[in-house]
């Protein structure tokens, strides 16, 4: 039902409720009115047979009469008799014209009057009709004035509901139309009332709409059109990427991602990443690394992780982390094929380090040292020092090959303690050792120098073999810098290289260093 039509039936059923409440008041209290005029006639009645009976004990029948003759003519009550035992002595009035039977009727409607003579009672019956005349008149005037008015203002309201629903419904409608997508619907405003305003409201809601709409349009072509542009930038990269969130759920992957994973690209799922990388073939040893890797790369994401995978593919994982306002922490996942260059590198440690002592061989002391001459920069120096064990034959001799091998390895580990991390050490071939000093000063040539042969000095296992085979390992340093003491790499290898032999010259567990503002002294041994 529309509001129209509800709006004029409550009016309809308000008049009529109203018209009933004031009609059913009215009623009870002109009945009320109507059964106290009864008892104002019986007052009467009861007054003039007081005054025709003058205290006799009996009444006269003509002046009884004339009584009620006058109370009749002026009353008009329904019958007048007077009963003995039960039997009517005497009748008057309509009640009894039609030889009709005396009905009961309410109390209030009949009176009772005792007459001086034993016995004898008079009735009076009043006409319900003639009693409550003015009521019922009342009741159908008021209800036939309620319903007229009533009917009028329904009538009134109807024609004035008909232009105000109209108003109204074409309000309704521009609104569904706006909500399914027509922007454009517009109010035709007439007139300067409530509604009128309303319609200018709800326009001004449409424009302000229809001006959002078409800047998310634009937006959302702005976006698209970065996206595509993001999209083709990702996919050339040779670089795997993928954005992550807070979940390890994996919301996007670029073109070389997905060839490293051997998946189909665009890929449209969102796996968890441990998902992902079991499913590309990650080796079952690589597990821990896996667990590390999602589980705290938000707090670790700085530290690379290479995984193996079958075919002996090796990929590296980096996190750059960001926050977003929206969804949270987020991280991308930037991932880089190191199959070839591990390769390379595994091949690269092959040739130039020592299997023995974990160290440089000659190959790799030759290309550090050459690089080291290549990338030197103006006014930088570095330092080189030759290095030959003392005693080393003797311990072969003795103790066998195996206890020489320790001692080798022994020796990697004190210069590794003795020098620094950007320091390069290397052995040369038997019991020859070489350091190359990066940003070397003379100085920091003596302090290494000193702390390799104290070293030797103080180490467990040479004391061991000291104190159990009588047999002493120490060693004889000699050490240059380029380019103060060198112009060239070979002038500076026989330098250092001829100065370690003096130093063996003179007495073994020592050094013997490039003259350098008289820095160069002879250790002595302890």
């Not at 517009?186 to 200018?200: C, F, K």
């Amino acid at each position: 039902m529309s509001f129209k039509w509800k709006w004029l039936l409550t009016t309809f059923v308000a008049q009529l409720f109203m018209g009933g409440l004031f009609a059913t008041i009215q009623y009870m209290h002109l009945s009320k009115v109507a059964l106290q005029d009864v008892d104002r006639y019986n007052f009467e009645l009861q007054q003039e047979l007081n005054r025709v009976q003058n205290g006799r004990h009996s009444y006269s029948q003509d002046a009884l009469s004339s009584v009620v003759r006058s109370f009749h003519s002026k009353h008009r009550p329904a019958g007048v008799w007077i009963e003995f035992q039960g039997k009517r002595l005497f009748e008057f009035g309509e009640l009894f014209q039609a030889g009709q039977q005396l009905t009961p009727v309410e109390p209030a409607l009949q009176g009772v009057f005792s007459l001086p003579t034993p016995g004898h009672v008079l009735w009076v019956r009043y006409d319900p009709d003639e009693i409550y005349r003015a009521r019922n008149d009342m009741v159908v005037f008021v209800l036939g004035v309620f319903a007229l008015s009533a009917v009028a203002c329904g009538l009134i309201l109807l024609s004035l509901s008909r232009a105000l629903s109209a108003r109204l419904e074409d309000l309704r409608i521009k609104a569904l139309e706006l909500q399914s997508g027509l922007i454009h619907s517009r109010i035709e405003i007439a007139g300067r009332d409530e509604i009128s305003d309303l319609g200018v409201a709800f326009n001004r809601m449409a424009q302000a709409i229809e001006e959002q709409m078409l800047a998310m349009e634009a937006s959302h072509a702005k976006s698209e059109a970065e996206r595509n542009r993001l999209d083709l930038l990702l996919s050339s990269l040779g670089s795997g990427v993928a954005y992550l969130d807070e979940g390890f759920n994996v919301l996007y992957l670029n073109k070389a991602l997905a060839h490293m994973l051997r998946l189909p690209f665009p890929y449209t799922d969102t796996p968890r990443l441990e998902s992902l990388l079991l499913k590309a073939g990650l080796e079952k040893d690589q597990a821990p690394l896996l667990n590390d890797l999602v589980t705290d790369y938000f707090g670790h994401h700085k530290v690379p992780i290479e995984l193996d995978f079958e075919e002996g593919r090796v990929l590296q994982f980096r996190f750059v982390i960001y926050s977003d306002q929206v969804q949270g922490p987020q991280a991308v996942l930037i991932v880089d094929d190191v199959s070839i260059q591990k390769n390379v590198e595994d091949l690269r440690q092959e040739v130039e380090r020592d299997p023995l002592t974990d160290v440089l061989n000659r190959r790799g002391f030759d290309l550090s040292l050459q690089s080291r001459v290549s990338r030197l920069l103006p006014g930088e120096t570095f330092g080189l020092l030759f290095l030959d064990l003392d005693g080393f034959k003797a311990v072969n001799d003795t103790l066998g090959h195996k206890a020489g091998d320790q001692v080798l390895k022994t020796t990697a580990l004190l210069l590794k303690g003795a020098t620094r991390n950007v320091d390069q050490i290397a052995r040369l071939g038997g019991d020859e050792f070489a350091v190359i000093v990066a940003r070397c000063s003379p100085q920091l040539l003596v302090n290494i120098s000193n702390r390799i042969i104290d070293s030797f000095a103080t180490d467990k296992h040479l004391n061991r073999i000291r104190q159990n085979h009588g047999l002493s390992v120490s060693c004889s340093i000699g050490g240059a810098l380029y380019p103060q003491h060198a112009d060239s790499v070979q002038s500076m290898l026989d330098l250092a290289d001829g100065l370690m032999y003096q130093a063996k010259k003179s007495g073994k567990n020592c050094h013997r260093l490039a003259q350098a503002q008289g820095l160069s002294q002879p250790v002595l041994s302890l």
